[in-house]
């Protein structure tokens, strides 16, 4: 396993072809703009070396029983499941903020139980090539990006109705040693500083869309890859070396990118579904589902960071125990802890499939995720009633330290006397990061999709089960 | 254990005394005031001989090691603490209804608590008492009433500083055989059909209010009880004999009562505290906590069969297909889910006390309670939505039935072709009792309680740790 | 203009045949089924007699020039329609309750304009058949039934594609002096107590189904009209003639009926419409907008009591002065006067139509609809919240009464020590009563209806603009 | 009256001290810091010379009956309060942000009724003196910024007991000419920009805090004033010059800024309060309750904008017929209207006050701001739901733009085939924007303060005149 250092030190080894704001990205590990998530990739990796939370983030291979980190595990249990959403909120706790390894993860785990259905229906031997690609991952502790949503051009047409072809990713030549493919995958979390990419189709296909229907993994800096950084809410703050970033360490958001396939090569051994279109639903079921149970875990715990952050504010402002101030920190709390819930209870009641992996139950993963998108918007809107209108007004760092009129800052900004302004603004920062356009944003993707809805109506164990319960009590035939 | 048929004759071996409009009822298991609700209670005792569910419902005894029915049984794991959630899930979708048992198997489960934590701090024997009375209630497999909320009087002003010093049960005569008590406990659920009564204090006490600190339990038709019993909603129906109670088998609500002790003897086996004042505080917090659970398993059981009975109304009424009917469907799957995780999740997160017993995770099992309270008026508008206005309008059953005029009735309640006039009006009656007034108000009790909210404030592990949280990010000291 | 005594009078010469309960109700003044729905309308024809009232309730015909009660009046202003916000909100506060006599003011209106443009489409003469039955209601102070909700069978279904054809209200016989109609009404409010009912379609009709296209008004004791009177939550206990029925006097819904339509015969000057069908859209659009906008009048006045009563309750308890308390009770005056408030913005934004009349804002209407089937509930549950458990499960009056053990319940009942018992138990039955299930629905009605979204986005004045505010701020083309 | 032009040369006429950033701005009509504020505030100048906006914004002044723009007329009317509403929506609809010029309007309007009151207990003649400062600001078409928030130090102590006696503004000293204070107001809106600037306490003064209690207005330019200007989301986005800004005319926010009162000289013919600590509560309540009925004006504008950006997205990416999408505009526009409904009916039942002007109704005010706070951040969920997660991670402009890599990006941000990619980016950067936080924030300021909740409770015309309703409908004495 490596160490946060390892981590960075393996992607200086790497040459990704990267721009942002019309320049290309040179070192992501110390670029202003990526250096907040490589730290918190780079955290990630380090709780497995931290006393108190070794224990949940090491666990060992069922592939090679050697010891590996818990975010290259395919679950074997309840259990494992459960302990996914201890990690989860313990690194957002850690990082407050997307800490980006763990879309990635659910994608090995949707692959691991795709190629093992496909292989079944079809008689292929993907399975097989992917647990050598995973055995790969777990031994050198590989940070591996998920490459799912494509661009989708006009959502009321199907991926081979598009004008242009391209904009779902597909294959264009299949040769002796492998196949090449283009197209896009936009806005994917931790990929300008992952290892490998995982790409998998991103909807359900239907018969004759054959070549949309490839799943692969290869190396980041594959030749004909291109990433796009994507803009950040107050980016810019970044470049400035101010607390006024709010959370300067790790960040605000994802660090996501528009990753663009410019005629890429993979080789065979790397390909893990070609051409199969009827099991696509199902594989892009497995993985929002696994993916939308993370939030009750991630966001519960960067939750609890502005939670503390709020509580805070209240002790420099001096408005700590004032019972419309107490009554809303519950209520946050509550909003929060609502989520963990579900999304704890989501793994309690996951179940074994053939391939001995355990699948999230279904219906609880997207009530998770349902609530998620509500309940982080009102706990935003109540850190914003608790923190007042100076949270959309605060002078910036520099102006503090201006030598002409910083003092003039100083003496206007410190609130209970005995806590400096420096700090006071400083918790503002946090929050207004914390809860500003961008990373709200990010938690409500796919949220209200007919996708999401569906798998609701279809996991509600069957609403005849359900009519029939009136019935019988009723004695109606 | 007991069948349902055989709690009845059980019952019928009792006396106890209880009024309800100006008369006594003679037989609870045939007064049509009553007999729902001891076939609800009787219904959770066959489930334990129903192959279906069998495993679920029966345990076994950590005192004697026999087969007994779980809700006479001590959580003594995570895991029966999650299988309490899943059998009050159970009998909820079998009874459509408050089934009334577990109220007296959480207050065992308190007292069992509580008994060890006195005898710790005070070196009394009161645990050892306890125990035998369990085994005693387990190899009867009795149904125990929880006698918990005093009648309070004046909220304003403590037990002690009441005009009537009996608005909260107290000690009115300490004798060599026993005590003497006087006082009420207001709306218990489920004790006209109890076989026993099991009583603790309401509240924290204080030094100085010993006479109040007591906690006993005795036969429910001991010399000196009255009854009263409640009014409910449509209450009356229950008496014509139609389907117009909506709920004719197991009624709509739990069957509460007022229950008075005008001067009662309880022998020295049977007290469980006495005057211990600063352990009240304790027992009273073990005790709603474990109950505030029960709300994500039974309600969302309950709830199975509201949903149900809506999806079956759109099916008569030709509404199933359409996409506001169908995302109105879902929300309500969502509410209801979401009150089912966090309980699933309060029983997983569970920890052991030095007795051996599980607690529930607090801090989630109010989380539970205070969003039934919330969504369960949710769940209830969205049916009345689907429903329409017919639900508060619909003729009487007599008038279907009346030789002159019944047959337009059936000529104009028809809605799709093939379902009968009868069936539909049925299943609205069904779903007028499930949402009506006293059902309602039921799930609300206690709810918005301070405290409750001051479980949640001390349970969310520390303020001032999130708090860190923060500070860690921002460097700040 | 009547007094409410006149009113009860010219009751007592009608002869309606109403059943409920599998007997016929032989005087509607009188029978405890019907008497507080009686005594509601009495109250708003007392109203104009009363000097703190008059000036709202008294306006001037512009048919006539004479003095006539508003609620017969056709909107000539803004102010009317203000106004007419305003004495809904005075009468429920009176009332506490639906009073029943704005549905047929709404049908008055809407019939007023609805014929008012078939003649201009078809140059028939209805609108001078109208005014002139308009003229004699106003004159004689008539209370008019609305006759508007057909059973609708399959709702996926037209009126004319149902398995039986009557399930919509239909012209069977047209006849020299007038037309034989068949078909029934649902759940329409005030009828057993009206003098007149004023029938029009309940949807929009196609080509084809002119049979249904028919409007007209008879007495309410016409041959071949037959009603059932619905139950309601707690029906039995206005015969039971205890406080228990929570608004005695008043009632706690609008006492609604299924009227069926036995080949009832209508004279032609009393049709207003007949086949028709392009223009039966327009009407039930008028009719359901106009109708909407009063929840934000009645339902406000009806809140305003249950506020009242809930806050009365608190001094009885002792709660009155807890925080959480407060917060609450405010919490229940936001969500009461959103409603008022958009419903008076409705009337001030009103429209004149060609024929004189003003039409309500439709927009504003509706959305003051969906608020009220949302707040409604938000309310009850505050109330619900604040009463606590013993709403839901008091003893009877009679219980209180018993000279056996009414001494008990006295005791046992009394809370903050000055207020009898008594009273609080009759608040308490008056909360129950507000808040339970029947009262509930009745708010909801049609609030989800696909017609009520329909009219939402058709009437926000054109996306398209909206569209082109953005474009124009971007200098997009 | 001024155009919008006019009002930027008589803007580069002042010389007011700005800081931004660790800069000095220079020309605040061409800063790109600051331009697109003043664009805004001149929108509203041009507004009166909109022939289709005229009507509206133009008026004639009660104390010159000269012609004037509305936003600096006293309301004498309760039509002046609706149009007020109307007034700003307008704008609001024009520039899709704060337009900054109400606050001062409020200042003005409260600082009319506060000195007539002053007067009359005191015998002083401020009110004289603030009719002659009117009609200059009429007369000349001044923007009058409004200096309300002092910085308040630890919010659990007054005025006169922070550490530091200069967090409340305060007189310093009292001359033969005049006043010098010393203090500051924070996060006041459009000061930058303004000619003027009004000064008045905010909160209400005890006994003993007479040096706090002062009222005063001078050019935004005076000596010893210096500014801050604050932080906005995305700020630096500005001075790139590309449509990442979102709305580059006018910014997304209101321009803030600190501002600091270094002892700076009033004199007496500009003061307007001095020592009456016992109406400033009263002054503070009249503006809160003025100022926050806006919100229902200028905040429904703003939201028309977003929802007809918002739906034009959806167009542009083939969504917009999807029944999921539908009802998500549908409840966006229900809510954003809700808001116009109260904030109308605010004006529609405000009251005439001894000064002739008219005073909103407090009630409907309040509750406007309460549902903003709340209404505001659902509609941006609801936008941030439906524009999904390409919202968070677009590339910028400078991307778009560039030669090497450019094509890529419009290649895979197209959607709906005829529309540019760069179309569709701008609309997002749009929505963006207007969804961020501190957009958010800024609706939010004040909303859950004690002093609402107060006024709320206070205005709700007597919770016992409501508790008499119900007690009349019980016959309770």
């Known amino acids: ?5 390892e981590y960075r030190e393996s992607l200086r080894k790497l040459n ?28 990630v990796y380090d709780l497995a070396f931290d006393p108190a939370h070794e224990d949940l983030f090491i666990t060992t291979s069922h592939l090679t029983n050697r010891k590996i980190h818990r975010f290259t595990h395919i679950h074997q249990s309840q259990d494992d499941l459960v302990n996914k959403v201890r990690c989860l909120r313990a690194a957002g706790q850690k990082t407050g903020t997307c800490f980006q390894r763990c879309a990635g993860w659910d994608a090995l785990h949707s692959m691991y139980l795709m190629t093992y259905e496909i292989d079944k229906h079809y008689q292929t031997d993907y399975h097989k090539r992917f647990r050598k690609y995973l055995e790969y991952v777990q031994d050198e502790d ?15 047409l199907a991926a081979s109705k598009q004008a242009d072809p391209d904009l779902y990713m597909r294959v264009i030549k299949r040769q002796d040693d492998g196949i090449v493919v283009r197209g896009a995958k936009a806005h994917q979390t931790g990929a300008v500083n992952a290892h ?20 692969f993994a290869i190396p980041i800096d594959s030749k004909g890859i291109t990433q796009i950084f994507g803009r950040q809410t107050n980016d810019m703050r970044k470049e400035e070396n101010s607390f006024d970033a709010g959370n300067t360490k790790f960040g605000v958001v994802g660090g996501e990118s528009l990753i663009i396939f410019d005629d890429v090569f993979v080789p065979w051994e790397r390909v893990f579904m070609l051409g199969e279109c009827d099991m696509t639903g199902y594989g892009i079921e497995i993985f929002a589902c696994t993916h939308r149970q993370n939030y009750g875990g991630c966001k519960t715990g960067v939750m609890d960071v502005l939670i503390g952050a709020t509580s805070l504010l209240t002790t420099y402002q001096g408005t700590k125990k004032a019972s419309h101030i107490r009554e809303k920190i519950i209520e946050m709390v509550l909003l929060n802890e609502t989520l963990y819930g579900s999304s704890l209870a989501g793994g309690l009641t996951s179940s074994p499939t053939e391939s001995g992996a355990y699948v999230v139950n279904r219906l609880l993963a997207n009530i998770t995720k349902q609530n998620v998108t509500r309940n982080l918007y009102e706990i935003c809107r109540l850190a914003h009633d608790i923190a007042g209108g100076i949270l959309a007004t605060l002078p910036s760092e520099k102006d503090l330290n201006d030598p002409r009129y910083g003092h003039l800052i100083e003496k206007y900004m410190k609130s209970v006397d005995h806590y400096p302004a420096n700090d006071r603004m400083k918790i503002l920062r946090l929050i207004e990061a914390m809860t500003g356009g961008t990373a709200l944003v990010e938690a409500m993707h796919g949220a209200g999709s007919p996708q999401a809805q569906r798998v609701i109506m279809q996991r509600y164990a069957e609403l005849d089960a359900k009519e029939n319960l009136a019935k019988k009590i009723l004695d109606i035939e």
């Open 16 to 43: 990704p072809v990267i721009y942002f704001m019309g320049r290309k990205i040179e070192d992501v590990v110390e670029d202003p703009a990526t250096k907040p998530h490589v730290n918190a990739v780079a955290q």
């Open 196 to 215: 490998e990419i995982l790409v998998m189709p991103t909807a359900a296909l239907k018969s004759g869309e054959e070549d949309y229907a490839v799943a």
């Open 142 to 156: 590989l940070t591996v990006a998920a490459g799912v949503t494509d661009p989708k051009g006009d959502r009321s």
């Open 1 to 5: 396993m490596k160490t946060g250092n």
